[in-house]
């Protein structure tokens, strides 16, 4: 059979992995299968793995490799020496005449197939271990970018050989458990696209960080995508929901994060295959670097290029600045979320306190402690000892031999799809990356915690903090047959709890995002003139800036955080409460002085309904309705449910309901489902006629036991008082859980109750509670324990309950 040495990308596929390299391979599936759906891939070849062999053979560099590494094996030669002396013979070796013939032949058709002589190519290496289910080999071997002419095209493919042997890919085979001659390289030689001009970056169809399967995750950043990949720039950050991206009227995009962008990776002068690196001006650092449809269309192709390979998969892209046009440049099967048993769920919780010195992008979800090891440069990385947390800059794959004897790593730049977080995520090593001033804070040899257990944001704290873990087999999880939800209120920790068997949240805290995301208080962006803090005012004008209204900013940003919050849980329902803000609590946002009085009993003042149609708060809730309306009917999250706290009457509740209306929230238009808060003596009281203005009552244990019992529940003095399962609190929900079905509606609890006291959830079971809604990190526990009293109470006589079950 003749041998081939070149062979276009659009004749290969996932079949021809042992030829042309797990890369090639899936360059050529997505071009001849993909393309009817739009997927774009720069055109190109594949040089074989028959090219390599004959290049090792004419060489004669097989007995050197074996010597080499042989030695450095039996510990006669260290790593970098081995590898040194194996890389300087590929790098001598001259090309058989008949391998060069084949390659140049096909550079100079491609070329042709472009009109142009001597085309810039990207010189891409492609191992043919490469993308396996178990061994993702990312970054292992070079590229090589803006190559021109046959000479240069020559010198990349000899330095693509030879990167086959860096300390890194030796270390990595060996951790692998790979021969080093059994793996050989391809190299594909694709046409440039003018990300330079454009931009580029990386993609995910999962989150990458805890496997939630429903999104695809997108960073960006100005120029060539090494700066995103090996995490030397903050990049933009956008994420999608995937089972919305299909209908064009829907824009389901739940995150947009501008990074800091500071530099950008562009060509060198004058058709140099070399690169540069450039500070990126003013406007490219507070630009995004994708617009919408940008982005929408990212996500569509991932999801489509996931749905052809059947697994999770993690894709390069870039933007041609020339012609605006957006290509995929790699695709590879992600090898660590996707391996994960989504039957067992372990909950890592930091139970000990400490001073913060660093925070970045959490990797991973667990927590881990060890003396740090701040080591600047990879000349020094024999410095580093077994155990310790790696503290650098930044890493590349010459760090991967010390990353895999880490207990931890922290960078100060990169993002989550960075060469660091890649490569924690794959040893399973929980990181901290982008910190900023990681190297500057964290002395070396100081005993320090790091924790990626708190939602996306990762800490480092001072000293050796305590810490547990609880593993759970899910399939050991019994049904219940009322509803078991979840409350949330930060969107940056929602997709953590993905995996828990609920039926959708039951109290999701808008004003959670306002203070954590928005900082601003709502009048304050409709009356920007109103703020008198000078400080404050440049604030509130850096926040809202590119937003042509300040209100869109709130707007924007409150919908998606509640869309990010929904995602986990759709099509469950999503009961989301309006702001329930104290004027204290208002007061502290940007701008709300202005806007606030002064209550000597916040608690029992002006918050919840009483704001919503009053003059001095109106403004403000309508960026809410807004927000909402948009979340439901442009984001496509129709399962979100408005649920009204505090309302103190039912005369209260008409003119809120009014105010809603006027804003485009109706209740029943687009299925819209409204909700109240029972919190309030005269929501018992009053519940008959309080439900035909309502779908469904969520009691809040915490403010009906301070309201019933007259006891303050912030008061330490009277904590001792403050107890849901006093028979006067009992009593009341009883009665209003009879109440609520007798009008035929739904009715659940929200309060912390159920999650603290077992007790006091069989009490709820007993009484029908329809759901019970519980803080995730309860869930599991709490599940077994409404099991069984939903069994002892189908057991029981029903003398001994009183009413049946659910009247």
């Not at 009961?575 to 916040?602: C, M, Q, W």
Request: aromatic content about 8%; charged content about 25%.
């Amino acid at each position: 059979m003749e041998r081939r040495y070149t062979v276009w990308f659009e004749e290969t596929g996932l079949g021809d992995i042992a030829s042309v390299g797990g890369k090639n391979a899936s360059l050529g599936e997505m071009l001849r299968t993909l393309a009817t759906q739009g997927v774009r891939v720069p055109e190109g070849f594949a040089i074989t793995a028959e090219a390599y062999r004959d290049y090792v053979q004419a060489n004669a560099l097989e007995q050197i490799i074996r010597d080499r590494l042989g030695r450095y094996r039996d510990g006669r030669m260290p790593l970098r020496e081995a590898g040194r002396q194996v890389r300087e013979m590929f790098l001598a070796g001259k090309f058989p005449a008949h391998v060069s013939a084949a390659v140049l032949e096909s550079y100079h058709a491609l070329s042709g197939r472009a009109g142009t002589e001597n085309l810039p190519v990207a010189v891409r290496s492609s191992a043919t271990a490469e993308d396996l289910p178990d061994a993702s080999f990312a970054g292992q071997q070079e590229t090589f970018l803006n190559v021109a002419g046959d000479k240069s095209l020559l010198d990349a493919c000899r330095r693509c050989f030879a990167s086959l042997f860096t300390d890194r890919a030796i270390s990595y085979r060996a951790l692998k458990g790979f021969d080093d001659l059994d793996v050989a390289l391809s190299i594909g030689v694709q046409r440039m696209v003018r990300a330079d001009l454009g931009g580029s970056g990386v993609m995910f169809s999962l989150d990458p960080e805890t496997g939630f399967p429903q999104v695809v995750v997108i960073s960006a950043a100005w120029g060539l995508g090494e700066t995103v990949v090996q995490g030397t720039v903050n990049p933009d950050k956008y994420v999608l929901f995937k089972p919305l991206l299909r209908d064009p009227e829907i824009v389901p995009i739940l995150e947009r994060s501008r990074g800091a962008k500071e530099r950008k990776l562009v060509y060198g002068r004058g058709g140099s295959a070399r690169t540069r690196l450039l500070d990126t001006t003013e406007r490219e650092r507070h630009a995004l670097v994708l617009d919408d449809g940008e982005i929408l269309q990212l996500g569509r192709w991932a999801a489509a290029i996931e749905d052809h390979y059947g697994c999770p998969m993690d894709m390069e892209w870039a933007k041609d600045g020339l012609t605006g046009e957006l290509f995929v440049v790699q695709a590879r099967p992600e090898t660590v979320q996707s391996r994960r048993a989504g039957r067992e769920f372990t909950v890592y919780r930091l139970t000990g306190s400490g001073k913060v010195l660093a925070a970045g992008a959490a990797i991973g979800e667990t927590v881990a402690v060890g003396p740090a090891c701040v080591i600047r440069s990879v000349a020094d990385i024999d410095r580093f000892r077994d155990g310790a947390v790696l503290v650098t800059e930044m890493t590349d794959p010459d760090w991967v031999p010390v990353m895999q004897r880490a207990a931890g790593i922290v960078t100060e730049h990169g993002g989550t799809t960075s060469h660091a977080a890649i490569i924690s995520r794959e040893l399973g090593v929980p990181a901290v990356v982008g910190t900023g001033n990681a190297t500057e804070v964290i002395e070396d040899g100081q005993m320090i915690t790091i924790s990626c257990a708190e939602g996306e944001q990762g800490h480092v704290y001072a000293g050796a903090l305590d810490y547990s873990t609880e593993k759970i087999d899910l399939r050991t999880v019994p049904q219940t047959r009322t509803h078991i939800l979840v409350n949330v209120a930060s969107p940056a920790a929602a997709f953590q709890w993905w995996r828990l068997p609920v039926d959708g949240i039951g109290l999701a805290r808008m004003e959670f995002i306002i203070n954590d995301l928005i900082r601003v208080h709502p009048m304050a962006l409709v009356h920007p003139e109103r703020v008198a803090d000078v400080r404050e005012a440049a604030q509130i004008r850096e926040l809202t800036r590119g937003f042509k209204d300040p209100g869109d900013y709130f707007v924007d940003t409150l919908a998606a955080g509640l869309a990010k919050l929904s995602a986990p849980y759709h099509p469950h329902p999503v009961i989301v409460r309006l702001s329930d803000f104290k004027t204290n609590e208002y007061a502290h946002l940007l701008g709300g002085a202005a806007f606030e009085p002064s209550e000597e009993n916040p608690m029992l003042g002006f918050r919840g309904a009483s704001r919503y149609y009053d003059d001095r708060y109106r403004e403000g809730f309508a960026l809410e309705c807004r927000a909402l309306k948009k979340v439901r009917e442009e984001l496509g999250f129709a399962n979100v449910v408005i649920m009204i706290p505090f309302c103190r009457t039912p005369a209260e509740a008409d003119r809120v309901l009014e105010v809603m209306a006027a804003n485009g929230l109706a209740r029943g238009t687009s299925g819209l489902q409204l909700y109240m808060m029972c919190e309030i003596p005269s929501n018992v009281v009053l519940a008959e006629e309080f439900a035909t203005r309502f779908d469904g009552f969520s009691i809040g244990s915490n403010d009906l036991t301070q309201l019933v019992l007259g006891v303050d529940r912030d008061s330490e003095l009277l904590a001792p008082l403050f107890d849901e399962r006093d028979e006067a609190v009992k009593r009341m929900i009883s009665e209003v859980i009879g109440k609520a079905h007798a009008a035929g509606i739904k009715i659940g609890i929200c309060g912390q109750g159920p999650s603290n006291h077992p007790d006091f959830a069989a009490f709820l079971v007993r009484e029908g509670i329809d759901s019970i809604s519980l803080n995730p990190d309860t869930v599991l526990k709490t599940i077994p324990r409404i099991a069984e009293a939903e069994r002892q109470y189908d057991a029981a006589p029903q003398s001994v309950w009183g009413m049946p079950h659910g009247s």
